[in-house]
């Protein structure tokens, strides 16, 4: 199956502080990719759809400042949690389909985010 | 909007049993996938099944589409098995947004 790299798989920084997370396929174009994030016990949350060259659509509720993402280029989309509090400590994943939208979604490794 | 069932929320088993776990869809979905999230937080993919049966290993799914419901069997559970499964799937006429199960919670004690 596609491979899609998720780095950096952990990080502690300190409250105030920006973190950039970067979501790359390896050995696929993916003019989509989504980003999520997962509560302790808890199914994924979607947070925001990144499209390559245009503006990310974020779900309800999702601040856009707070969480910036860039869709550079086919294979590297990358979320930065911006001015990071306590509250935004969790768990990241970026996904990404190969091909069309309705075809099968892989995932990166995740980021485990802590904010002190 | 579309809601998504998995059954049963836990699962502790002793190493060597076999066990089923069942996703229902509430509507009809185009994609279903099946993954299973390790220790480290890592999803995996197991199967991507719209309909029918697939195998790999001793893990297999059946899709049956019009019933809107998917079964993923695991035969002589392993401890490395231990983790959580979630089922997922895309509706028809939907944006393409993957909705999730709240997933099973699996322990293989040995």
């Known amino acids: 199956g596609a491979v899609v790299s998720q780095h950096p798989s952990r990080v502690i920084c300190k409250s105030g502080t920006s973190v950039k997370i970067e979501c790359r396929s390896l050995?696929?174009?993916?003019?989509?990719m989504f980003w999520y994030r997962q509560f302790p016990k808890q199914s994924l949350m979607l947070m925001a759809t990144?499209?390559?060259?245009?503006?990310?659509?974020?779900e309800q509720g999702v601040e856009k400042d707070k969480f910036l993402i860039n869709h550079a280029s086919l294979t590297l989309s990358t979320l930065t949690v911006t001015s990071a509090h306590p509250e935004d400590s969790s768990f990241y994943i970026c996904?990404?389909?190969?091909?069309?939208?309705?075809?099968?979604?892989?995932f990166g490794q995740g980021t485990r985010l802590t904010v002190v | 909007g579309i809601q998504v069932e998995q059954s049963p929320p836990d699962l502790i088993l002793q190493e060597g049993a076999n066990s089923t776990l069942r996703c229902n869809f509430s509507?009809?979905?185009?994609?279903l996938q099946w993954f299973h999230q390790n220790p480290w937080g890592q999803l995996i993919n197991l199967f991507y099944?719209?309909?029918?049966?697939k195998q790999n290993g001793r893990l297999s799914a059946t899709t049956v589409a019009t019933e809107r419901y998917s079964l993923l069997y695991i035969s002589s559970s392993q401890t490395t098995d231990s983790g959580v499964y979630f089922c997922?799937?895309?509706?028809?006429?939907?944006?393409?947004?993957?909705?999730w199960g709240a997933g099973t919670k699996l322990i293989i004690k040995p």
């Open positions: 996904s990404a389909r190969q091909g069309n939208m309705n075809t099968e979604a892989f």
């Open positions: 990144s499209n390559e060259g245009s503006k990310a659509t974020y």
């Open positions: 509507d009809s979905v185009n994609n």
């Open positions: 997922a799937g895309i509706p028809v006429d939907s944006n393409y947004q993957l909705i």
């Open positions: 099944i719209p309909s029918g049966t």
């Open positions: 050995d696929f174009q993916a003019t989509t």
